[in-house]
């Protein structure tokens, strides 16, 4: 089992940033990836940024340009999504999930809890 903590949520303005975290913890060998998804209210959860074991990242069009993820430099059991240039529409529940590889069952993929994002106008 992986837990996920995540952190840094909060209320900004349009055009400020935050940095959110989520810190891995239990079995955390073999996982091969990390990422951030969000879902606002009466929305699905959408992708918003993934990086894997070897530091390949991906990106929502959406937030191109403006968020970055990137490991801890020291653990790679902690990601970081840096966001900067915040809109209204980036207003959600963030939220970070881990993908571990099982040599039985294949890739299962954790959740953290979630953290809150509110962008005011």
């Known amino acids: 089992q992986v837990q996920l903590v995540e952190s840094g949520g909060g209320l900004v303005q349009a055009g400020g940033s935050l940095r959110l975290s989520c810190v891995a913890s239990g079995s955390i060998f073999s996982i091969n990836a990390m990422g951030w998804y969000r879902q606002a209210p009466g929305k699905q959860r959408e992708l918003v940024a993934t990086?894997?074991?070897?530091?390949?990242?991906?990106y929502a069009d959406s937030v191109k340009g403006r968020f970055t993820i990137a490991f801890r430099d020291d653990a790679k059991n902690t990601v970081y999504l840096q966001m900067n240039s915040l809109k209204p529409e980036d207003t959600a529940v963030y939220y970070c999930n881990a993908d571990k590889a099982y040599r039985s069952t294949g890739t299962i993929r954790f959740w953290g809890q979630g953290t809150q994002v509110t962008v005011s106008s």
């Open positions: 990086i894997s074991s070897g530091g390949s990242t991906n």
